[in-house]
């Protein structure tokens, strides 16, 4: 996906939450501001949002010191989507279509408010409210016919909280297919994004494996990704991919790959030619690796 003029405010405002989170003093807050335009000022057209998105955290990293400034902020996504899981587990299971309710609850991801003390019937009601309102782009039928012909799937995750919606979404695919599923995370932290500790924290390595992608951008460059993470990619018959970050980064890539995302910003709204808000199960339509 090519970068918009529109994605440059987005660079400077995850900047600035980005070091607000490590520090309250207004001076680190500005000079991060100032690296990262000095980033922004300069950066090549050519390269998409997730390249860019890596430069600016890199610098947001050097210039605060710290290289997890969301630490805090993923443990409490986890914590409080643990909290729901066993709940929103058992009803899914008890719907028409476990699979594709799980799959909507997956692409839902971060966009509900999971704070401690919201009650769980409230939780509940919300993602139902979502789910009631299905695909807005709905490849779910063609993603069951790909996945009835795999025997293997790469899923590539995206934040930390969503992860445990992703759990249940894979124990729902095995539970209806015999594939083997696994999970990738990102090489070290980067945003919200998952990495190797948030999927032993929720407890994703004991469904499936869980391999890293080698990198730390908040999406999937296949040029700076693992060997590891590359011979599995090419190798899977099926990638489903999670979130804006993948989409941004694989969405021009000539592979079979199901797109599963809430859409959370207006350049991928129009792109899609969706609404914000929406839930999307789309199909890479320009692939050139088409099972017979």
Same mark, same amino acid.
């Given at each position: 996906?090519?970068? %918009?003029?529109d994605?440059?405010?987005?660079f400077?405002?995850?900047?600035?939450?980005?070091?607000?989170?490590?520090?309250?003093?207004?001076?680190?807050?500005?000079?991060?501001?100032?690296?990262?335009?000095?980033?922004?000022?300069?950066?090549?057209?050519?390269?998409?949002p997730?390249?860019?998105?890596?430069?600016?955290?890199?610098?947001?990293?050097?210039?605060?010191?710290?290289?997890?400034?969301?630490?805090?902020?993923?443990?409490?996504?986890?914590?409080?989507?643990?909290?729901?899981?066993?709940?929103?587990?058992?009803?899914?299971?008890?719907?028409?279509?476990?699979?594709?309710?799980?799959?909507?609850?997956?692409?839902?991801?971060?966009?509900?408010?999971?704070?401690?003390?919201?009650?769980?019937?409230?939780?509940?009601?919300?993602?139902?409210?979502?789910?009631?309102?299905? #695909?807005?782009?709905?490849?779910?039928?063609?993603?069951?016919?790909?996945?009835?012909?795999?025997?293997?799937?790469?899923?590539?995750?995206?934040?930390?909280?969503?992860?445990?919606?992703?759990?249940?979404?894979?124990?729902?695919?095995?539970?209806?297919? %015999?594939?083997?599923?696994?999970?990738?995370?990102?090489?070290?932290?980067?945003?919200?994004?998952?990495?190797?500790?948030?999927?032993?924290?929720?407890?994703m390595?004991?469904?499936?494996?869980?391999?890293?992608?080698?990198?730390?951008?908040?999406?999937t460059?296949?040029?700076?990704?693992?060997?590891? #993470?590359?011979?599995?990619?090419?190798?899977?018959?099926?990638?489903?991919?999670?979130?804006?970050?993948?989409?941004?980064?694989?969405?021009e890539?000539?592979?079979?790959?199901?797109?599963?995302?809430?859409?959370?910003?207006?350049?991928?709204?129009?792109?899609?030619?969706?609404?914000?808000?929406?839930?999307?199960?789309?199909?890479?339509?320009?692939?050139?690796?088409?099972? %017979?």
């Open positions: 996906m090519k970068t %918009n003029l994605c440059f405010p987005c400077l405002r995850q900047a600035l939450d980005a070091a607000r989170m490590v520090t309250q003093d207004e001076r680190i807050q500005r000079k991060t501001l100032d690296g990262v335009l000095s980033i922004l000022l300069n950066v090549s057209v050519y390269l998409n997730v390249e860019i998105a890596h430069l600016v955290h890199q610098r947001v990293k050097s210039i605060t010191g710290d290289d997890d400034p969301y630490k805090e902020e993923k443990k409490k996504q986890n914590e409080s989507a643990l909290r729901y899981e066993s709940t929103l587990s058992s009803e899914i299971a008890e719907m028409s279509d476990p699979l594709k309710a799980a799959m909507m609850l997956s692409a839902a991801g971060n966009a509900i408010d999971l704070a401690p003390e919201r009650p769980i019937p409230d939780i509940y009601k919300e993602y139902m409210e979502m789910i009631g309102k299905g #695909f807005a782009w709905d490849d779910y039928e063609l993603l069951l016919k790909r996945l009835n012909r795999s025997k293997s799937l790469l899923y590539l995750g995206d934040n930390a909280g969503e992860i445990v919606w992703d759990k249940i979404l894979i124990e729902e695919l095995l539970d209806r297919f %015999n594939i083997e599923i696994i999970y990738t995370v990102r090489g070290s932290p980067i945003l919200n994004d998952v990495t190797m500790e948030d999927a032993h924290f929720v407890g390595d004991k469904v499936v494996e869980v391999i890293s992608n080698g990198f730390d951008a908040p999406g460059l296949l040029n700076k990704c693992s060997g590891e #993470f590359l011979k599995k990619y090419e190798e899977s018959d099926l990638i489903l991919s999670k979130g804006q970050g993948n989409y941004e980064s694989l969405s890539e000539n592979h079979p790959i199901f797109f599963l995302l809430n859409v959370k910003c207006p350049v991928i709204a129009k792109e899609i030619h969706c609404d914000i808000g929406d839930i999307i199960l789309k199909f890479q339509s320009n692939s050139k690796r088409e099972m %017979n």
